[in-house]
């Protein structure tokens, strides 16, 4: 059934995009992403705002080598990491050659063993591979190739930053980690025993344990043990629905001490948690909407909200991805030439429209950038997430986190 | 001890809001043979009328209403959809309902999105009811019980007690003399199937504030409720009810307690290999309860299936 709606699926999307007519030079991107099931909402919303910051930022701007525009051609993966291979092949039979992908890690995992041994064996078409949210480390350390490159901060530099702040609070002293059973969850979990143990060994980790991923329906059991377990702080990388039914469990199960995340924010999180989330859940993340940087990030937030009432800016990254994709082609001179356009990439140094310096490190093309630890808030709030008067609000920042954290990469480099 | 007590206590909200939905099902599936795929879709359209109306009017007219609406539209896609595609026999029926699943998941998503809902529990009830060595219980599940529980007496005053109730159970297994008596059978199908859609409804509005409303829930709850309803035994509404609270206990004390496969494995007397990163059994060393938790019920299914096909309280062979 499954992959018999595929082939129909991907008969269809090739047959509508062949009928079309477009400019001949635009430059497409395929973007492989769940816009269907559990995960959809954080599909959708990373979807819209690929389109936007693609036509702001890009073909507003005259687009790259003299006029060529983007365009964002979306692919339903469901989350699965077979069905994005099979999307990967239909975006590569299109003749796409650029590929975004950001959630879950294990279709990340997927997807840049698909595309290394896919340029290896057709080096006349080769694919770039441009992750914006999977953040196992593994992709950057010993899974690291020279066609991906990763725009959000991995695991470990999030947990880095977040450790950082733990460290100075001498109130915590239990701390309970629970994470989604997958390769994310894992290396988060694995990245706090290790950063807690050097920076301060006398907390106690009351518990550290993974559940299946979007499959379970009520965490009052979880939140239950939480509590008995005494924690003064958890720490979680839990997404989408994960989140917001760990988060509501936990804390109406009577929880009052932080609750330290990497995703608790927008699609739906931010408007359920509400006040009962206020002084509670933390969240450590790249990109600072609230206060607003600059007159020009508070610009494109409007505009943004303008064109997408009910969606928000939940992966400021992105407009760094377009960004520095379009910096790179224009250096490259070439839109097809990828070996090019990934020297160009690595090692390149962008402003963000947030406010931070991105570095896209050479070595294992890990972006370096600012990491904050964002409250959920409701005073001071420009730009709320949700329309609920909530958003996140800067706490602190670590600058340029990690900038010299040591990586096991590896990378065969193609010749020039 | 005290986190047991409140296991108990959870298992049996989860327990309840699951007989809620199977109540239903169960009645629907012996009586019509129908495998109604779309059941837990009326589960999520009950949560999502509930949010809408609770937007405007608050959470107890919600209650009230969004039940009926979802019960009346049952009846009507039992009235004018399935009653034609049933004379075509079972499989056109279950890609109706299969379809219907799909189409209802796709309106949800377009009239309200994708993303989750802030579908709140009224402020009356937002409290902690009590709390055991520092677990609250909120005031909100005690609620959910003594819905469930009320549910439950009243359907059974219905289906032993009433005339209507024996009309059911009549036609439950001889539709075809009940109709030769001179009673409207069609009729009877069309008011089970609206009522049984209506209690998924209601299931949705009480469960929707706890358990999230978003386009995935059906789908996360839809497999399970067939589970509870054939372990139960068909068209037993006792049965729906202890194969729910059995199957609500499991899953909670299966993720409650962090046992291992390794203290299980030692206990039966064998070794754990020193060299564990590089056992091929590694998988199998490291499993814990709660993540196997949720493949429990389908193994009690399958046991079930084996030892005792017409379920634990049914009377007839599935």
């Known amino acids: 059934m499954n992959r018999f709606t595929t082939i129909l699926l991907a008969a269809g999307i090739s047959a509508a995009t062949m009928g079309a007519t477009y400019a001949a030079d635009n430059i497409k991107i395929a973007f492989i992403d769940p816009l269907s099931g559990p995960f959809a909402a954080t599909g959708k919303q990373g979807l819209a705002q690929y389109k936007f910051a693609a036509e702001e930022l890009v073909n507003k701007k005259g687009g790259v080598l003299g006029g060529s525009k983007f365009e964002i051609v979306a692919f339903d993966n469901k989350i699965s990491a077979k069905e994005s291979l099979i999307q990967l092949k239909v975006a590569i039979d299109q003749g796409i050659r650029f590929i975004v992908q950001g959630n879950s890690s294990g279709v990340a995992n997927a997807l840049t063993d698909a595309i290394k041994k896919h340029n290896r064996r057709n080096p006349e078409d080769r694919v770039i591979f441009l992750n914006y949210s999977a953040v196992d480390p593994a992709l950057t350390n010993d899974k690291c190739n020279f066609w991906h490159f990763r725009f959000d901060a991995n695991a470990d530099i999030k947990m880095d930053a977040l450790t950082d702040i733990i460290k100075d609070n001498g109130n915590i002293k239990k701390v309970y980690l629970i994470g989604q059973d997958y390769s994310f969850g894992k290396a988060v979990a694995a990245a706090a025993v290790k950063f807690l143990g050097e920076k301060r060994p006398d907390i106690e980790i009351v518990g550290n344990e993974l559940h299946p991923i979007g499959k379970v329906k009520d965490f009052t059991p979880y939140a239950r043990k939480i509590i008995a377990s005494g924690a003064d ?16 469990s936990v804390i109406s199960a009577g929880f009052k001490n932080p609750i330290f995340t990497y995703y608790a924010a927008t699609d739906g999180i931010t408007k359920t948690f509400g006040e009962a989330g206020e002084g509670v859940v933390k969240l450590v993340g790249e990109g600072q909407l609230n206060p607003p940087v600059s007159d020009r990030a508070d610009a494109y937030t409007k505009a943004f909200k ?9 992966q400021p990254r992105i407009t760094n991805v377009m960004e520095m ?18 020297y160009a990439l690595e090692g390149m140094e962008h402003d963000s429209l947030w406010g931070t310096k991105v570095k896209m490190r050479t070595v294992d093309h890990q972006a370096i950038q600012n990491v904050h630890i964002l409250a959920h808030t409701k005073s001071g709030i420009t730009h709320d997430y949700d329309n609920s008067g909530y958003g996140l609000k800067t706490e602190s920042t670590v600058e340029m986190a990690s900038a010299d954290a040591p990586t096991t990469c590896k990378m065969d480099r193609p010749a020039q | 001890m005290s986190l047991f007590a409140v296991n108990i206590l959870d298992g049996l909200v989860t327990g309840l809001l699951l007989f809620m939905l199977c ?52 009846a009507l896609i039992e009235r004018y959809g399935l009653r034609r595609v049933h004379q075509f026999g079972h499989v056109p029926e279950l890609i109706f309902t299969f379809g219907l699943a799909l189409l ?8 309200w999105g994708k993303s989750q809902k802030a579908y709140e529990a009224p402020l009356a009830l937002d409290f902690p009811a009590f709390a055991i060595a520092g677990n609250s219980f909120p005031a909100y599940k005690v609620f959910m019980i003594f819905m469930a529980m009320g549910i439950f007496l009243v359907l059974l005053y219905i289906l032993t007690k009433t005339r209507i109730g024996m009309i059911i159970q009549a036609a439950l297994s001889y539709p075809a003399t009940v109709q030769n008596l001179g009673h409207n059978v069609p009729l009877v199908f069309m008011g089970v199937f609206g009522v049984g859609t209506a209690m998924a409804g209601l299931a949705g509005v009480i469960a929707g504030p706890v358990l999230g409303t978003f386009p995935g829930m059906a789908f996360q709850l839809g497999s399970i409720v067939f589970v ?4 139960g035994g068909l068209g037993s509404l006792w049965g729906a009810l202890v194969a729910s609270l059995l199957i609500g206990w499991l899953q909670t004390f299966a993720a409650a307690y962090n046992v291992g496969m390794s203290d299980l494995l030692i206990a039966l007397g064998f070794e754990k290999p020193l060299d564990l990163a590089n056992s091929a059994l590694r998988d199998l060393w490291s ?5 196997v938790g949720p493949i429990l019920p389908y193994l ?4 079930i299936l084996i030892m005792r096909p017409q379920g634990l309280l049914g009377k007839r062979e599935t």
């Open chain 1, 233 to 248: 702080a958890m720490i979680t990388g839990n997404w989408g629905s994960d989140m917001v039914g760990l988060g509501k």
């Open chain 1, 306 to 314: 303008a064109k997408n009432p009910d969606l928000d800016i939940g």
């Open chain 1, 325 to 342: 994709l379009a910096r790179a082609i224009n250096d490259a001179g070439s839109a097809t030439d990828m070996v090019k356009i990934g």
């Open chain 2, 23 to 74: 109540s239903g099902l169960t009645l629907i599936f012996s009586m019509m043979g129908v495998l109604n795929f779309a059941h837990a879709s009326f589960y999520m359209l009950g949560a999502y009328f509930g949010y809408q109306i609770s937007a405007y009017v608050g959470f107890w007219p919600g209650l009230i209403f969004a039940p009926i609406i979802v019960g009346v539209a049952g």
């Open chain 2, 104 to 111: 209802i998941e796709e309106l949800v998503q377009f009239i």
């Open chain 2, 228 to 231: 509870t309803i054939v372990v």
């Open chain 2, 287 to 291: 499993l814990t309860l709660p993540q």
């Open chain 2, 300 to 303: 009690l299914m399958v046991l």
